[in-house]
């Protein structure tokens, strides 16, 4: 990425961070207890999911990857839905992490039945997984309809989570493990983009693939489970941005990984912006992100060969 586009960029970020800030005037209250939190969240959502997109389409080599996908996002919601009809509201990142955990064992296994690894096992074993896990959210609605409207905004998507003092203690230590997690993703940059030239091609230059996988599946998992507790599912934010930095940077795939996520934490801020104002109520950002998502997955499933 050449400095100058990297200048237009991170003026169009402020720009767009200053516009959601702003926009309608909101009075300091308003902005301090829940303006800027949602933003905060926003740009955590959106940087973690297209990274961690970016890294399972590389890793698969397959366009198509991303963890709405792979099953691991409904996991992650079963979990963090479980917790909250219990009652243990401040246990849903915790059943989260634990959910979106069992999903990634049940793929990981599913994906290496018969002794080998294969990547379009992969994707199959998770659509299978998601689905299954789907099921259990609607067992679940089903029998408890008086938190029909909770278990909705982790379907759908929703970054207006309202933050109680102690809540804000746990959002912070999820933000700094979330940030180390990302920081370990950037760091196996490098032989991700070796593992795109095939597995011989990385065997040879000395990559551990088998080991690699898992890491970056596990680390995945993680990220993942921590971010649909709070924010809910949110497709193709992971679909979409690591296609367009491919996109944009074509030969030159040095540091994909930091501009996918802060694509994705970019497009997620514009994405909330519009749920919030494009009509008279509050549309969750799932849904938005779905209207994006839906014409750009036809759009790489027919290119795709």
Known sequence: MRQRDLIIFLVITILTVLVYLAYGQPGSHVLFSLRLPRLLLALLTGFVLAGVGYSFQIMLNNPLAEPYILGISSGAAFGSILAGVAGFYLLMPLLGFIGAMLTMSLVWALAHLGGYFNNTRLLLSGIIVGMFFSALISLIMYFNQQDIGNIINVLMGNLGHVFSHNEWYIFLVVFALSAFLMLVLFH??????????????????????????????????????????????????????????????????????????????????????????VAVVEI??????????????????????
């Not at 994909?256 to 970019?266: Q, R, T, Y």
């Not at 992100?289 to 795709?304: D, E, N, R, S, V």
Request: overall charge positive; hydrophobic content about 55%.
């Open 188 to 277: 196996y940059d490098r032989q991700l983009q070796i593992m795109a030239s095939g597995d011989l091609a990385a065997l040879s230059l000395g990559v551990e693939i088998r080991k690699l996988r898992f890491r970056i599946f596990l680390i995945a998992s993680l990220l993942t489970g921590a971010i649909v507790a709070y924010a809910g599912i949110i497709g193709f934010i992971g679909l979409i941005v690591p296609h367009l930095t491919r996109m944009i940077l074509r030969g030159n795939k040095r540091g994909g990984i930091v501009m996918a996520a802060w694509g994705g934490a970019l497009l997620l801020v514009i994405c909330d912006l519009l749920a919030l104002h």
């Open 284 to 305: 969750p950002v799932g849904i938005v992100t779905a209207w994006l998502g839906c014409p750009f997955f036809i759009y790489i499933l027919a290119k795709t060969k």
